[in-house]
C-alpha cells in the first residue's frame, strides 16, 4: 500500500474508538518513515484518554531511543507530562533508562524527577520509581552533567533527613556532588551548600535523645559514604582539600567527643589518601594516636581501635594476600619505632592477624612481635594484647 493511502487510512483511524486508535498507533510506528511517524504520535497528543497517552508515552520513548534527536525528545516530553498521575503502569515505564541514549540523560532526569515530585504519594512503589532515577544521578558521568540548581534544590530539601524514605542515596548524591566538580571555585561552592547543612545539625543541642541519637547515626552514614568515595579505583581530585574542609567541621575537642565515630572516619580515610609509603602510614598514624589520647584522653582507645581495625586493608596498600601481610609487618615494626610523646606500641596489637601465620617468614616475624609486646609496661597495650591472645585460644 502507498505510503499516502496508509496515512489516510490511519487518519481515518484516529476517529474510532480507543482501542482502534492504539492498533493504528501501533501500525503507524512500524511502517511509516520517521518524519511520518512524528506527525502521527504529534496528532494524538491532544487526545485526553489515559490508555492513549499511556500507548503514546510507549510509543514516543522507543521512538527517542531510535531516533535521539531534539524534536522526538520535545515529543517524548510532552507525552510524559500528558500521562495520568494515576497509572502506575505508565509511572513505572518512565524509569527504564537504561535505554535511554546517555546524551539525554541530563533532560531525562530533571524532567522524570519533577513529574515523580509533583505527585503526592508516598507508597514504597511511588519512593521505588524515585530510587531507579536516584540510581542514574549517582552514576559519575550523570551527576557531573546535570544542573547544578537541580542538585542543590534536591540536597536542600532531602540531605540529613532521616524520615526520607530514600535518605541514604540523597546522602550519597550530596557527597558525588561534592567529589565530582570541575574546579577548586566550585569545590568551595559546593562544600559551602552542602557542609553547611552538615554543620547546622552537628550543632543542634542533644536536649532531645531520641532525635539527637537520630541525627547522630544520619550523620555517621552520610560520613561513611563520603569517606567510601575515595577507596574508589579513580583517584578524587583536590581529594586532601575536601577530607580537610569536612574534618574541619569537627575539629574541636567537644565536637570530637561527641562526633568521634565520625571523626575517625575522616582521619583514617585522610591518613589513606595523603600517605603513598609505609614509613609516612606508620608515622601518620602514631601521631594521629598520641595527639588523640592526650587531647582527649584514654577513653578513645576502643573506639580507635574499632576503626583502625576497619581501615586496615587500606592501610596495607596493597589487595594481594602475600604483599599485604608483609606490609603489615613492615607497619608493625614502624609504629614500634615511633617516638610519639604518647606510647603507641598498642596500635601493633591492633595489627596482629586474626590468626597465627602459617609461611615461616611471617610465623618468625609474628613470634617477634608477640615477645616485644609481652615486655612492654604501658596498661593499654597489656589490655588489648590479652583480649587478642584470648581470642586465638577461643579460635583454636
Not at 608515622?283 to 581501635?305: A, E
Request: neutral net charge; contains cysteine; charged residues 25%.
Amino acid at each position: 500500500m502507498a505510503e499516502n493511502k496508509v496515512e489516510h487510512l490511519l487518519a481515518e483511524l484516529c476517529t474510532r474508538s480507543v482501542s482502534v486508535r492504539k492498533h493504528s498507533l501501533h501500525l503507524g510506528s512500524n511502517i511509516l518513515n520517521r518524519q511520518e511517524s512524528f506527525k502521527i504520535y504529534k496528532k494524538f497528543q491532544n487526545n485526553e484518554n489515559s490508555s492513549i497517552h499511556k500507548c503514546l508515552l510507549k510509543g514516543t520513548f522507543n521512538f527517542f531511543c531510535n531516533n535521539p534527536l531534539e524534536q522526538s525528545w520535545e515529543l517524548l516530553k510532552e507525552s510524559i507530562n500528558n500521562i495520568d498521575t494515576n497509572d502506575a503502569e505508565a509511572l513505572d515505564f518512565l524509569t527504564r533508562w537504561r535505554k535511554f541514549p546517555k546524551s539525554y540523560y541530563p533532560q531525562y532526569v530533571t524532567v522524570t524527577w519533577d513529574m515523580f515530585e509533583s505527585i503526592s504519594d508516598n507508597s514504597k512503589a511511588a519512593q521505588k520509581r524515585k530510587g531507579h532515577v536516584l540510581d542514574l544521578i549517582l552514576a559519575k558521568d550523570v551527576i557531573q552533567t546535570l544542573p547544578k540548581e537541580f542538585i542543590l534544590r534536591m540536597i536542600k530539601k532531602y540531605f540529613l533527613q532521616w524520615q526520607a524514605e530514600l535518605y541514604s542515596k540523597f546522602n550519597l548524591i550530596a557527597a558525588k556532588f561534592i567529589i565530582h566538580c570541575n574546579s577548586q571555585l566550585e569545590l568551595k561552592e559546593r562544600m559551602d551548600s552542602v557542609f553547611g547543612i552538615l554543620c547546622g545539625f552537628i550543632q543542634q543541642p542533644p536536649e532531645d535523645y531520641v532525635l539527637s541519637a537520630s541525627i547522630h547515626k544520619i550523620i555517621f552514614d552520610f560520613i561513611k559514604q563520603f569517606c567510601a568515595n575515595f577507596f574508589e579505583k579513580e583517584r578524587i581530585p583536590l581529594a586532601t582539600e575536601i577530607l580537610s574542609e569536612c574534618t574541619a567541621l569537627f575539629n574541636n575537642t567537644s565536637r570530637i567527643c561527641q562526633f568521634l565515630d565520625e571523626y575517625l572516619h575522616l582521619r583514617f580515610t585522610s591518613i589513606c589518601v595523603t600517605s603513598n609509603i609505609l614509613l609516612e602510614m606508620a608515622l601518620n598514624i602514631s601521631n594521629f594516636y598520641s595527639s588523640l589520647v592526650k587531647n582527649v584522653g584514654v577513653s578513645v582507645v576502643k573506639s580507635f581501635y574499632e576503626t583502625f581495625k576497619l581501615f586496615i586493608p587500606h592501610l596495607l596498600l596493597s589487595a594481594e594476600e602475600d604483599v599485604a601481610e608483609r606490609n603489615n609487618y613492615i607497619l608493625i615494626e614502624e609504629i614500634m619505632k615511633s617516638n610519639s610523646a604518647i606510647n603507641v606500641t598498642v596500635l601493633a596489637v591492633f595489627l596482629l592477624p586474626d590468626e597465627r601465620p602459617a609461611l615461616i617468614e611471617f610465623k618468625l616475624k609474628y613470634d617477634s612481635v608477640i615477645k616485644r609486646l609481652l615486655k612492654e609496661q604501658d596498661l593499654a597495650v597489656h589490655v588489648y594484647l590479652s583480649k587478642y591472645l584470648k581470642s586465638l585460644r577461643d579460635i583454636e
